[in-house]
């Protein structure tokens, strides 16, 4: 299991969820690096996971200062990144998502800094500590594909993520630094818990495996797998694409 032996890894939101899922993937596979994120209690319990493959600083992505202290802490500890996971998104904390009649422009501007803006500037920032070569992973989300009810926003800055692997690859391309984009489907990460409550927490899971025609929620050792991927030389002929990994949600029609 060595695909990745001796690459330097960051991984923004690697703390929990899909994130920790590639952290995971990454260490099976030899990298070593830095994992990201907010939460010092959930930082310190994935690293405890983790072992000594990776290390942990605390930081907001939605902050470039967070971002410049990350990416050379990186570089004193490791040398130069390999490979660069823009993981970090998703729900704001305190703004549940919502139908346009609900949405001010705070909730707007918020959703869009955590998923679109700071996906745009942690690729900036890490330029200069970047391997030529270099892979760069961008998270996006099937729900840029289909819409769900409440998700316009998030939908729209996840579709703009996925657009940006094809013209940051064209930026790129002197540098021979691949970006690519990974949208997950439905992933059972307790990422449900904060936008379904929890009396109807099963039911909505339920809702998602039963419009997936694998028959089940996705887990994000099934996107640390894929990650791995598009990290390792495998992939050295794919840049500026999607992969969806999302059991055939977006492309398969489920006729009952």
Known sequence: MTKLKNKVAVITGGNSGIGFGIAEAFKNEGAIGVITGRNQTTLDFALSALGAAFTGIKGDVTKNNDLDSLFKKTADQYGKIDVLVVNAGGVVDGMPMAAIHDVTEENYDSYMDLNLKSAYFTVQRALPYLNDGASIILIGSSAAHRAAP???????????????????????????????????????????????????????????????????????????????????????????????????????????
């Open 150 to 256: 409440g998700m316009a926003i998030y939908g729209a800055a996840k579709a703009a993520v996925i657009s940006l692997a094809k013209g940051l690859s064209l930026d790129l391309l002197s540098r021979k630094i691949r970006v690519n984009a990974l949208s997950p489907g439905s992933i059972d990460t307790p990422v449900f818990g904060k936008i379904v409550p929890q009396e109807q927490l099963e039911q909505v899971k339920q809702m998602w495996v039963d419009i997936t025609p694998v028959g089940r929620q996705g887990l994000p050792a099934d996107i640390g797998k894929a990650a791995v991927f598009l990290a390792s030389d495998d992939s050295e002929f794919i840049v500026g694409t999607e992969i969806l990994s999302d059991g055939g949600m977006t492309n398969i029609s489920l006729m009952k």
